[in-house]
T-cell receptor, first 115, second 113 residues
Framework: AQSVAQPEDQVNVAEGNPLTVKCTYS??????LFWYVQYPNRGLQFLLK??????LVKGSYGFEAEFNKSQTSFHLKKPSALVSDSALYFC?????????????FGSGTRLQVQP | NAGVTQTPKFQVLKTGQSMTLQCAQD?????MSWYRQDPGMGLRLIHY???????DQGEVPNGYNVSRSTTEDFPLRLLSAAPSQTSVYFC????????????FGDGTRLSIL
């Protein structure tokens, strides 16, 4: 079975400060890892993914994430937060080399960036 | 380029009624799936399809049916609506590759009275 944990329901950060949204995962096998963002009354939008290779992955809107195999983590980061980054963020995992392409999502973390 | 289109956007049903949530994609994606989103629970997989004519159950399939007669369309049917099915429903699609990201529709907000 695969699972994802996002330990923080909400993260508050001041505009211009760095932000981190935490994610840990559990899978049997090598993972595909994803971050998605959801704005109010919209579907999820893809931010970035880790498949293999460099542990630091860069994505849309200045976001990046670091894959840490030993800690089974995939934290989302941004050097300087914007008010417009305020949204709901989801981490998701899928196991490689299986026919099942379904994602398992974390419960989500609401990011609030204050002006 | 419409992407993934879901209809309706909102719906209110009475307990016991049936309805179909529509999902269509214009990206020629083989893989399509339905999720429900409930507060504090993330998204949970209901049903998915790896191609026309092929469907399978996800994590929470009870009370829902699907079919995939074409590559483009993947409707979700509620057979006899129950208040526990009040939720926001999302359809998603992707290419065959396991590392390909899924593209999501904007959701259907469903209330069962």
């Amino acid at each position: 079975a695969q699972s994802v944990a996002q330990p923080e329901d909400q993260v508050n950060v001041a505009e211009g400060n760095p932000l981190t949204v935490k994610c840990t995962y559990s899978v049997s096998g090598n993972p595909y890892l994803f971050w998605y963002v959801q704005y109010p009354n919209r579907g999820l939008q893809f931010l970035l993914k880790y498949i293999t290779g460099d542990n630091l992955v860069k994505g849309s809107y200045g976001f990046e994430a670091e894959f840490n195999k030993s800690q089974t983590s995939f934290h989302l980061k941004k050097p300087s937060a914007l008010v417009s980054d305020s949204a709901l963020y989801f981490c998701a995992v899928r196991v490689m080399d299986t026919g099942r392409r379904a994602l398992t999502f974390g419960s989500g973390t609401r990011l609030q960036v204050q002006p | 380029n419409a992407g993934v289109t879901q209809t309706p956007k909102f719906q209110v049903l009475k307990t016991g009624q049936s309805m179909t949530l529509q999902c269509a994609q214009d990206m020629n994606h083989e893989y399509m799936s339905w999720y429900r989103q409930d507060p504090g629970m993330g998204l949970r997989l209901i049903h998915y399809s790896v191609g026309a004519g092929i469907t399978d159950q996800g994590e929470v399939p009870n009370g829902y049916n699907v079919s995939r007669s074409t590559t483009e369309d993947f409707p979700l049917r509620l057979l006899s609506a129950a208040p526990s099915q009040t939720s926001v429903y999302f359809c998603a699609s992707s290419y065959r590759g396991g590392g390909e990201p899924q593209h999501f529709g904007d959701g259907t907000r469903l209330s069962i009275l």
